[in-house]
């Protein structure tokens, strides 16, 4: 595999793009052919590192994520607790020395917080408190050489022994390693729930453990259980097995002989029923080395759809692009399980309330927020995973035949998150560019609801909000929060919708196309502003207040909002005596200045874009993403001087944004969807407009790089000429040898594969 580096970064030194390209169609070939190693030498999975993006606190964040051993779209991640807060979103620090435990886990984000969690812990008997009523915890060094913080296998030396995980979907293999007899410790495994009404007990006759926990069920309002089995070894060196109640819930501690070496713990769980988790069990059944390997080799498979071929490429820059593709398929999570007596998908629904949750066939998926991830997670996925999307859309659909409408945040049943319907956008786009298997009818179905009917009284986790006074006055009226961005993503939402009802040939299609060019009531001197009922703008407009009317972010945020209608909106700049490239660059270079406006005070968003992004340009949170893009699609051309300077920047936000460190992020990375941004724009490619077939041209950060495709094909990306600095912009872009017109390519020519070249200048002269 070093050869096959070795010769590819020979091929490329000397400019000769054909027989580069034959080389790795061989090492994408599959069965006999030369695995995928990076221009580094290594497989993708080892330059992901779980602590980046890691960083952060409420007050500023670099991702806020936790580290995780977990499977893609798993059923549970399993990670470290730092502190002995547990209930709350941030029990990890990047600065944490004591381990608190290993802990089952599906927080998707701090802000939303966790459920169906417990936590395990190897220590001995000599670890202060180690059957007490608080959390003992082993001091640990997560820097050390010695510890792996891979997404397949987490391991670190502790004052204790060292301890290891790695899992499969719906189980983990926890190993503890302890020292030898003559120090006199008894290994010891506790395992911990954190509410009054979990439980956790130990069988001794045949060395099991079960229990369950109903953790963070009330705060989505549906009735689950978390159900969890295990099987200890060796059992027979059980000396005691008790039951501590602690200040949180009950621990199981169980204490194992002296001069015992190892114990391992194989654990699965099941939203469904004991028995099933036991079923899930088998998942893990094998040796540790063997768990191990299979899920690398699950990473592996889907991490070597991405591949960088560029010998030019650093090592840092290749631990933020597999460490960014690791997050992004992380979530949604899947909830499916298999049915032990048919072998068939089952679920049990997060989606049915209270008192009605079920099981019911088919794939279930959780833990996204669609106001994040439309933007980028779903289209990344089309790409590189367009199989796994099929059966994650049909999952949403799940959600809707089961609760009766598209979660706008789940986790793991309806949240009240943020601002609009965008789910409607993501199986809009997934219709339009026919991902296969889901049930278009249904989804259409779904989407169509959301839009047209106004959700159940009382209910602000389902539906639209201020539906109907969106309907009658073709937007939001000022008077409660966030009515312009909700007006914004509804008009976007309707657009898309519209694109799914041409597609099908369902009626009212224009009339959705109607709603979303109502962007232009709202627009005023340049911005887009709060309007009363009566029609009339609120008088007092501050371009530089957060809050209010915008929803994490303010009038220059939400500024150029309009991805789905860039020339439409190009020509409202224009009727006002503006011009929307001017603007555009004046939102890169004007003063970072901020006002509390209706939040009252600083948020941590508003620190991040400060500290770590330029201008108004806030890449730290999701509204400002697709703001880089707009210099391009307001262009005719790749090579117009506006659409260069787009080009400038999003270079500029690959190579100074993304670090390879546990500051990766210059905000908060929700559910994959900054990693996702990353990962297009590297491609040189971007759905600004999802569900209109189209995808962007932006400019690609590697020279050589491919995206192993459906069906043995192969899109390859490449420049020639310019360099690799941010300064570099694009003179011209062919696709199988043709020029390309104008700036985009259709998502269906790109999934047949082929060259897709983008021709580079030097930097312009100033």
């Known amino acids: 595999s070093k050869a096959t580096v070795s010769v590819l970064n020979w091929i490329h030194s000397r400019g000769i793009r054909r027989p580069m390209r034959a080389l790795v169609a061989l090492a994408c070939a599959g069965a006999g052919a030369v695995a995928y190693r990076t221009p580094r030498g290594a497989p993708p999975e080892e330059h992901v590192d779980t602590r980046f993006g890691t960083a952060g606190t409420r007050e500023k964040s670099y991702g806020n994520l936790v580290p995780l051993v977990t499977a893609p779209w798993g059923f549970n991640g399993w990670s470290v607790e730092t502190s002995d807060d547990t209930t709350g979103g941030w029990w990890w620090s990047t600065e944490g020395t004591r381990l608190y435990g290993i802990r089952c886990t599906h927080r998707a984000s701090p802000w939303i917080g966790d459920y169906g969690y417990f936590g395990?812990?190897?220590?001995?008997?000599?670890?202060?408190?180690?059957?007490?009523?608080?959390?003992?915890?082993?001091?640990?060094?997560?820097?050390?050489?010695?510890?792996?913080?891979?997404?397949?296998?987490?391991?670190?030396?502790?004052?204790?022994?060292?301890?290891?995980?790695?899992?499969?979907?719906?189980?983990?293999?926890?190993?503890?390693?302890?020292?030898?007899a003559?120090?006199?410790?008894?290994?010891?495994?506790?395992?911990?729930?954190?509410?009054?009404?979990?439980?956790?007990?130990?069988?001794?006759?045949?060395?099991?453990?079960?229990g369950f926990t109903t953790t963070g069920h009330a705060a989505s309002a549906n009735n689950h259980t978390l159900y969890f089995t295990g099987s200890v070894s060796p059992a027979a060196a059980v000396q005691e097995a008790r039951v501590v109640a602690t200040r949180q819930g009950d621990a199981l501690v169980l204490v194992f002989a002296a001069g015992t070496a190892t114990v391992d713990l194989r654990v699965a769980t099941s939203f469904i029923s004991a028995a099933q988790a036991a079923a899930n069990l088998r998942e893990v059944g094998g040796t540790f080395a063997a768990v191990q390997v299979a899920a690398k080799a699950r990473w592996n498979t889907l991490l070597s759809r991405y591949q960088v071929h560029d010998p030019a490429a650093m090592e840092g820059q290749l631990k933020v692009v597999y460490t960014a593709m690791y997050r992004a398929m992380t979530f949604p999570r899947f909830?499916?399980?298999?049915?032990?007596?048919?072998?068939?998908?089952?679920?049990?629904?997060?989606?049915?309330?209270?008192?009605?949750?079920?099981v019911f066939p088919g794939p279930a998926v959780t833990d996204s927020g669609f106001w994040d991830a439309y933007r980028t997670v779903y289209s990344f996925l089309q790409l590189a995973a367009p199989d796994a999307l099929g059966r994650i859309t049909e999952g949403w659909v799940n959600a809707y035949r089961e609760g009766g409408w598209l979660p706008k945040w789940a986790a793991p049943g309806y949240r009240d998150g943020m601002v609009g319907t965008m789910g409607d956008v993501v199986l809009a786009d997934a219709i339009v560019n026919d991902v296969p298997g889901f049930d278009v009818e249904a989804a259409y179905a779904a989407i169509a609801r959301d839009a047209d009917e106004p959700a159940p009284q009382g209910a602000s986790n389902v539906g639209r909000k201020s539906l109907s006074t969106y309907l009658e006055f073709g937007y939001v009226p000022a008077g409660g929060h966030d009515d312009v961005s909700l007006a914004?993503?509804?008009?976007?939402?309707?657009?898309?919708?519209?694109?799914?009802?041409?597609?099908?040939?369902?009626?009212?299609?224009?009339?959705?196309?109607?709603?979303?060019?109502?962007?232009?009531?709202?627009?005023?001197?340049?911005?887009?502003?709060?309007?009363?009922?009566?029609?009339?703008?609120?008088?007092?407009?501050?371009?530089?207040?957060?809050?209010?009317?915008?929803?994490?972010?303010?009038?220059?945020?939400?500024?150029?909002?309009?991805?789905?209608d860039p020339l439409g909106l190009k020509a409202l700049y224009q009727r006002d005596g503006l011009d929307v490239c001017e603007e555009l660059l004046r939102a890169q270079t004007i003063e970072p200045r901020t006002h509390s406006g209706g939040y009252g005070g600083v948020i941590h968003e508003m620190r991040e874009m400060k500290d770590n992004c330029w201008g108004q340009y806030a890449h730290n949170n999701q509204p400002a993403h697709h703001m880089l893009y707009m210099f391009i699609a307001t262009s005719q051309a790749v090579n117009d001087t506006c659409a260069q300077h787009g080009q400038r920047y999003l270079r500029r936000a690959m190579q100074t944004l993304y670090k390879p460190a546990p500051e990766m992020y210059p905000g908060d990375e929700d559910n994959g969807e900054m990693s996702a941004w990353f990962l297009l724009s590297a491609m040189g490619l971007y759905n600004l407009q999802p569900s209109s077939g189209q995808m962007f041209l932006g400019i690609p950060l590697f020279a050589n790089m491919s995206l192993v495709l459906p069906r043995n094909r192969t899109l390859f990306i490449s420049t020639t000429g310019g360099d690799a600095s941010a300064e570099a912009r694009v003179e011209a872009v062919t696709f199988n040898s043709e020029r390309v017109q104008g700036v985009t390519l259709p998502y269906a020519s790109l999934m047949q594969g082929g060259d897709l070249v983008f021709a580079l200048a030097a930097p312009a002269t100033p």
Do not use: C
């Open 120 to 180: 395990i812990l190897p220590l001995t008997d000599h670890t202060d408190g180690w059957d007490g009523v608080e959390y003992p915890s082993v001091k640990f060094a997560p820097a050390a050489a010695s510890a792996e913080w891979r997404p397949y296998l987490f391991a670190a030396d502790t004052d204790a022994g060292r301890v290891e995980v790695t899992s499969s979907d719906h189980a983990a293999f926890i190993r503890g390693e302890f020292a030898p």
């Open 488 to 564: 914004l993503n509804y008009m976007m939402a309707d657009w898309a919708v519209g694109n799914a009802a041409r597609k099908l040939g369902k009626p009212g299609a224009d009339a959705y196309f109607a709603r979303g060019a109502n962007y232009t009531k709202l627009f005023k001197d340049g911005f887009f502003r709060p309007r009363d009922r009566d029609g009339s703008f609120l008088s007092h407009f501050d371009e530089f207040a957060w809050g209010g009317s915008y929803t994490e972010g303010g009038p220059w945020q939400y500024r150029f909002y309009v991805p789905w």
């Open 335 to 358: 909830l499916t399980e298999r049915d032990g007596a048919t072998g068939e998908d089952v679920h049990y629904s997060t989606y049915q309330g209270t008192s009605r949750g079920g």
């Open 182 to 210: 003559a120090t006199g410790a008894r290994p010891v495994l506790r395992i911990q729930v954190t509410r009054g009404s979990d439980a956790v007990a130990y069988h001794s006759n045949d060395g099991t453990i079960a």
